[in-house]
């Protein structure tokens, strides 16, 4: 009798992080050896949601070495599959017409989401397509346990952390200059507090330190200015501040209309890159500086396009083909439906249920612990105003206003602030 045919696709969606490839060079090795057919998709969901059958067949050949490079040979895409059912029903046609069963999706919580929904559709339709997901992304937020990063992060960091530590010495060679860097991350600090802690900039700001739900533009304005007056105080007038681009969905709507054109993707998210963020913040500040008497340039730079492609580091490299690895052992195991980890060197799935907010059925974000010791040590080496530099007459001055003024206006800061 001849055993079942066993197809496993690969597909790649939203945007790439090193050691994509080492998870493609993962699954296939270990789904090439033991006889399964390998199809990589081409240009994630996109293609295959409309019907065209657009892949390769991978084997050994072809994945040769692919594990050192970044990028992603299969190349990505943001297309949502979920928001059309009709959309849905193409993909899983498209899948079964490929004799698809089996589907490995490697991305970030939305890809996970639309992974899960091809799997419950197929169903539906009476079909069998068991999914895994192999949790990518360099923003560090997907529901994992603390500690453990999603691929690519700790690469991102790495190749992020230099390029601050270049802006820092440009700008104290330069002199009178700060860098504004608006660090990738959607809801998430994880990145900009990993590069800015690792390349001690002299403030990082994400949006998990505002408990609250909405803050006013001002708010970052004065946590910036704060730590531009301390640093120039110190003998230094220049330095990096690092800001997530999360801190944009805390800005309260009033203030938001000055930030540009809001401008959506594929899965409904703001498109961060289209904001001006970098530059109203910069006009701000300088306005603010100018009034207390400080003369400096600003440069407002945007961190994360040139950290996503950029060749894995070794513990990307390792940790990536490992859980393509494990990925193909969960489904050769006949199961489905889950996310792949890998916690004290063990493969643990977390199933899709599990992760999903049953309020939005989208998965839930991992942000921050501001009450961990890593935010604290990172907090604890920032420059920026600390709540006992309210009664600090000499900060008052470098101000240019009385103390009780100075306490008065900036004690809002501290109202809602973690305790560090």
Request: charged content about 25%; glycine content about 10%; some cysteine.
């Given at each position: ?113 639309s992974s899960s929904a091809v799997s419950e559709y197929a169903k539906k339709l009476g079909r069998t397509i068991n999914v895994v997901h192999v949790p990518k992304t360099i923003d560090n937020d997907l529901p994992l346990p603390e500690g453990i ?54 403030v990082t700001i994400i949006p998990e330190e505002f408990p609250q739900e909405s803050i006013r533009l001002q708010q970052v304005v004065d946590i910036i200015t ?195």
């Open positions: 009798m001849v055993g079942k045919r066993n197809v496993v696709a690969i597909v790649c969606g939203g945007g790439p992080a090193p050691g994509m490839n080492a998870v493609i060079s993962g699954v296939t090795s270990t789904a090439y050896r033991h006889g399964w057919e390998i199809l990589g998709i081409y240009d994630g969901f996109s293609r295959i949601g409309r019907g065209e059958k657009n892949y390769i067949r991978l084997d050994p050949s072809v994945i040769n070495r692919i594990h050192l490079t970044g990028g992603c040979i299969l190349k990505m895409s943001r297309f949502n599959p979920t928001k059309n059912e009709s959309d849905l029903r193409t993909v899983v046609e498209t899948l079964t017409e490929l004799g698809v069963t089996h589907l490995v999706t490697i991305g970030g919580d939305d890809t996970a989401f990063p999603t691929f690519g992060f700790e690469t991102a960091r790495a190749f992020g952390t230099t390029e601050i530590q270049n802006l820092m010495e440009d700008a104290r060679t330069s002199n009178n200059r700060w860098y504004f860097t608006i660090a990738m991350g959607r809801t998430a600090g994880h990145l900009a507090l990993g590069m800015g802690r690792s390349a001690g900039a002299a704060g730590s531009i007056v301390k640093r120039y105080l110190s003998g230094k007038n220049y330095g990096v501040a690092v800001i997530a681009e999360g801190v944009i969905e805390k800005i309260a709507e009033q203030d938001f209309a000055e930030l540009g054109n809001v401008v959506l993707d594929e899965h409904g998210h703001i498109r961060y890159s289209e904001l001006d963020f970098g530059e109203i913040l910069k006009q701000k500040v300088l306005a603010e500086v100018k009034r207390i008497g400080i003369k400096i340039s600003v440069v407002d730079k945007e961190i994360g396009y040139e950290l996503r492609c950029t060749a894995p580091i070794a513990y990307d490299i390792d940790y990536a083909r490992n859980l393509g690895y494990e990925a193909m052992q969960f489904l050769m195991r006949g199961e489905s439906g889950a996310l792949i980890t890998i916690q004290d060197n063990k493969a643990v799935p977390l199933r899709f249920e599990d992760i999903r907010d049953p309020a939005t059925g989208k998965t839930f974000v991992r942000r921050v612990n501001i009450d961990s010791v890593h935010y604290k040590i990172a907090r604890g080496f920032m420059m920026r105003l600390e709540k006992a530099d309210l009664d600090d007459p000499g900060l008052a001055n470098a101000f240019r206003m009385e103390p009780e003024d100075f306490k008065n206006r900036y004690s809002y800061l501290f109202d809602q602030e973690p305790t560090v």
